[in-house]
């Protein structure tokens, strides 16, 4: 599949549908270099929205979704994203203390049985609304699964591009180690050959 967003990054998308949350995340001015804003303007997020929401209907078997932004729209999904990137460097920082009775973000949606006993979520509201209840559908789903706590930002804050970590002790903190991690670690090292005295080698 073609994620917008997080394909320019050159990254792999999370599996199923919960690419959708990464690929929202990954439009912030992220990599290195910098990547454009995709939610800076309403032409340029609209026509991510679209992209986005036709792979998400693929991903999920159903007929394409339709979302139209307005102006005030921007504002409210700007607002949202910050809220994700922050939340997934706390849950790196202290993955064990959750923070409970603390609602930042909430969006309609409802419940619906099958004819097959399944019960669905069904996102609600219209413009950033209905985006943002799919996403907290999305969340809420990876939650259950375990597989959220492997949507990570990278480590790197000049970054910030999303990634899904496969390792299997979940130990990845950058997006790309031969870039975030190479800059990381030689930073470091000039940092403690200063704190040695030493010249910055």
Sequence with gaps: MNWPATT??????????LALVQDFVNTIPAG???????LADLVTAQAWLESALAE?????SLSPETVSLGESD???????????????????????????GRVTVSAPSAL???????????????GWRHLA???LIEMHEAQ?????????????????????DRSRNNSRVWHDVTECGNRANLQAHRERRKAEGGPPG
């Design 8 to 17: 320019r990054y050159e990254l792999e998308a999370a599996p199923g549908s």
């Design 144 to 164: 259950v699964a375990d597989r959220w706590r492997r949507l990570k930002t990278c480590s790197n804050h000049r970054c910030s591009a999303a990634f899904f």
């Design 133 to 135: 209840s799919i996403l």
């Design 56 to 60: 998400w209907s693929r991903s999920r």
């Design 32 to 38: 290195m270099p910098r990547g454009a804003d995709l």
């Design 112 to 126: 619906r049985l099958d004819d097959a006993g399944q019960v669905h979520a069904l996102p609600g509201g219209k």
């Design 74 to 100: 921007l504002v409210n999904l700007r607002g949202l994203r910050s809220t994700l990137v922050d939340l997934m460097r706390a849950v790196r920082a202290a993955p064990d203390e959750h923070q409970r």
